[in-house]
């Protein structure tokens, strides 16, 4: 009898956990804020055990001058289901500090590397800092470099990498500030690239472009090129020389490839002739591929052929000669991506893509925050950029994605900061997606939904559109006292709300899975 119970207790243990192993990872939504002060997430990373490290900006609230601006970077350790773990310090208190990468120690499991910078007091200029640290946020090492040819220079945010050799590579654009009788003036240096050691933080490589100064130029990417050459690339835009660089080891320029000038739009309907005109690649973001393509997302500017301005974030696949292999392009009529500096847009897991950005609207040459929010969409799409799912996410506060980081669940986590203009707070956000783009946070903190509307308010069309992966099936409009005011199983793209009275509406949307939403939407 005790053998039978005891091969029973074995197979329900069995099953148990089975069901643990195969149970879905859980989503979450996280934000935090530090006292008196605004806050922002930055860039993650997922650790062995399965939680997530987070870099997170702390400053003052209000500053009258840059130079007396102080702020602290922290990391924060956050559990599988997004509750704070602890955080720690990176750098020192009362000195100007920014996180621009997180890694995992490519030699020891358990121990991560944080690089950035930090602000030289005495010096008043910005330095390289490095840190390795284990799970439980007790340092290894600390190492703050010195570079005598930039003294005096502060550094934009940057990108930054881990290349095969597991070393840290670093871009930045270092500019000074000038201070002169008529006001204070910026002066740019080149680019400039710096190569780490992640064994003990020594400085292996530094190098200044010899290519033309520019802004858009610098705060693009880096990247290393997965054909085995140990390359090293980014994207160069400076007016109409759009191109993907490629460099050995040690930064020296190799090889140009020159990226289209315009590219075809789809929005060139009822009469239109329109291109994406890419004069300026705005903040690109490039991930090499297994297969040695490249994708490249960044800002492209429509020309001014629609009767609102708008910006689009444009995806680019192209082989290793520079040709284009796929494209695509995420946004909706009459709205404007935005993409961070220092925005990590784009993140690979098997074979998905996770892209992420925000949306305001611009109309009459005003911005306008979609649905009284910023509008984060995240779209997974397949290796040739053909789009799976996408989610638009609202949050009760302005929000920005900073960064994307693909999970080992095959979801997504998506980090960056939120403002709430009522309390005069920023916040650093954290969500987690699911592989299948569900999540599951309370709708009081954030909804998610698998189409966007706009715009709301409205005053004659409420215009919808859907995720490829979803069916709608009926759109309803009720009035607050709950009567049905319009109902539609047809042309489901638009909602007429003509001859409605000005006024709050609730709106619901069924798709043919039989799944439901409920949104407010505005009738002027």
């Not at 070393?167 to 000038?178: A, F, H, K």
């Not at 793209?493 to 609730?506: F, I, K, T, V």
């Amino acid at each position: 009898m005790k053998k039978h119970l005891l091969l029973i207790a074995f197979a329900f243990a069995a099953i148990f956990a089975q069901a643990q192993e195969f149970s879905p990872p859980p989503d979450f939504y996280f934000t935090y804020n530090y006292p008196d002060t605004e806050a922002e997430g930055g860039v993650a990373l997922e650790t062995d055990d399965g939680c997530f490290l987070v870099s997170a900006f702390e400053y003052a609230k209000e500053w009258i001058d840059y130079e007396d601006y102080t702020g602290a970077a922290k990391i924060l350790k956050l559990s599988a289901t997004g509750e704070l773990m602890g955080e720690m310090m990176f750098g020192e208190e009362g000195r100007r500090s920014t996180i621009v990468g997180l890694f995992p120690d490519p030699k020891n499991n358990g121990l991560y590397l944080a690089i950035g910078k930090i602000h030289d007091n005495e010096l008043h200029c910005d330095r390289l800092l490095a840190y390795k640290f284990d799970g439980d946020f007790q340092i290894v090492w600390q190492k703050e470099i010195e570079i005598d040819e930039l003294d005096n220079c502060f550094f934009y945010f940057g990108r930054s990498f881990m290349d095969a050799q597991g070393n840290i590579v670093y871009m930045t654009l270092p500019y000074e500030v000038i201070h002169q009788p008529q006001g204070t003036d910026i002066q740019c240096h080149p680019q400039t690239f710096f190569k780490i050691s992640s064994d003990d933080g020594t400085l292996l490589a530094f190098h200044e472009s010899e290519q033309p100064i520019s802004e858009y130029l610098a705060l693009g990417s880096i990247f290393e090129f997965k054909d085995g050459s140990g390359d090293y690339g980014h994207v160069s835009s400076y007016h109409h020389n759009n191109a993907v660089v490629r460099m050995n080891s040690d930064f020296e320029i190799i090889d140009e490839r020159q990226l289209p000038y315009r590219m075809p739009s789809p929005y060139g309907g009822n009469g239109y002739e329109l291109y994406f005109n890419s004069t300026s690649i705005n903040f690109p973001t490039v991930l090499s591929q297994p297969d040695s393509s490249l994708v490249i997302i960044w800002e492209a500017d429509e020309m001014f052929k629609l009767p609102e301005w708008r910006t689009d974030m444009t995806m680019l696949k192209i082989d290793i000669d520079g040709s284009i292999i796929a494209s695509q392009i995420v946004g909706f009529d009459n709205d404007s991506v935005e993409l961070a500096p220092y925005v990590r847009g784009v993140d690979r897991i098997g074979d998905g893509l996770y892209f992420c950005h925000s949306s305001y609207t611009v109309i009459n040459d005003e911005f306008h925050l979609v649905q009284g929010t910023n509008l984060i969409t995240v779209t997974k799409t397949d290796s040739d950029l053909g789009v799976v799912w996408q989610r638009y996410c609202h949050l009760n506060m302005n929000c920005r994605p900073l960064c994307i980081t693909a999970t080992k669940d095959e979801g997504c986590l998506v980090t960056g900061s939120a403002y709430n203009e009522e309390s005069n707070t920023g916040y650093v956000l954290a969500f987690k997606v699911l592989a299948d783009g569900t999540l599951s946070c309370p709708e009081t903190e954030i909804s998610v939904r698998p189409y966007m509307f706009y715009p709301n308010p409205t005053q004659d069309r409420l215009r919808l559109q859907y995720s490829p992966d979803v069916q709608p099936k009926q759109v309803e409009l009720y009035d607050l006292q709950g009567r049905l005011v319009r109902s539609q199983s047809q042309g489901l793209e638009s909602l007429n709300m003509q001859g409605l009275a000005p006024g709050q509406y609730l709106m619901k949307v069924t798709l043919e899975d039989g799944k439901s939403f409920t949104d407010k939407v505005v009738k002027e």
